[in-house]
Structures are given as C-alpha cells and as structure tokens.
C-alpha cells in the first residue's frame, strides 16, 4: 500500500493549508486513517484519524477546532485541511493507514496500530 503526500509548505500564522494523501488502488473505508506530525526536537505526535465504516474522527486537543479530517473515495485521497494556524503546527505531517479487514474498532491515535506509512511533507508556519 503506497501512501503519497502532498500540500506542505510555508504560511504565515493564521493562515490556512491543506494535505493531500493520495493511497491508490483501495477502497478507503476498508482503512482507519490518520495524520501525525512530528517537530523539531519532539516526539512524534498524533494529530487527528477517522474510520469512514461508522464516521468517527478524532482530534488531538491542540488542533481541534482548526483540523478537519476528510475523505475522497473517488479520488482515493485523505485530506487534511489546516486552518488558523500556529507556529507550534510547524513539523513534518505524515499519512498513516491500516487495513481492517473483517474485524472493526474505532481508530486512535496510537502510532503503533498503523502499518502503511507516508514519505512526510513539510509544514513551516511563520510567525
């Protein structure tokens, strides 16, 4: 499963952006979903996942209200539009997916449970 990225760049705070995860080839509601970022000198950390099965979408405190997690079947594209944003967002964003298969549980965060990973693309936000 090949999961290409694309959509980072540089913007001034408050600004807005949006990443693009195209996974071609699948049906993305057989997936859980998710975007994690990892910053300079810091852990990598999850930033939001959905499944599409039952519509879940879950957010880290520190971007909720300003993140949105969305889905293109059509297009086999996840999306991440990013709005208001912090110089604290700057980082590498990375797609993160697995397949589920028979089974279902509700996504998390956890980086752990994600087998397919993306390349990253890079995220700078200026004060």
């Known amino acids: 499963v090949q999961l290409i990225e694309s959509g980072g760049g540089v913007v001034k705070a408050g600004g807005s952006l949006t990443l693009s995860c195209a996974i071609p080839g699948f049906y993305l509601d057989d997936f859980a979903l998710a975007w994690f970022r990892r910053a300079p000198g810091r852990e990598r950390e999850g930033v939001s996942c959905?499944?599409?099965?039952?519509?879940?979408?879950y957010y880290a405190d520190s971007v909720k209200g300003r993140f949105t997690i969305s889905v293109d079947n059509a297009k086999n594209t996840v999306y991440l539009q990013m709005n208001s944003l912090k110089p604290d967002d700057t980082g590498v964003y990375y797609c993160a997916a697995f397949s589920y298969g028979s089974a279902w549980w509700p996504p998390s965060l956890n980086p752990n449970e994600y087998k397919y990973w993306g390349q990253g693309t890079q995220v700078t936000v200026s004060s």
């Open positions: 959905m499944s599409r099965r039952d519509g879940s979408e």
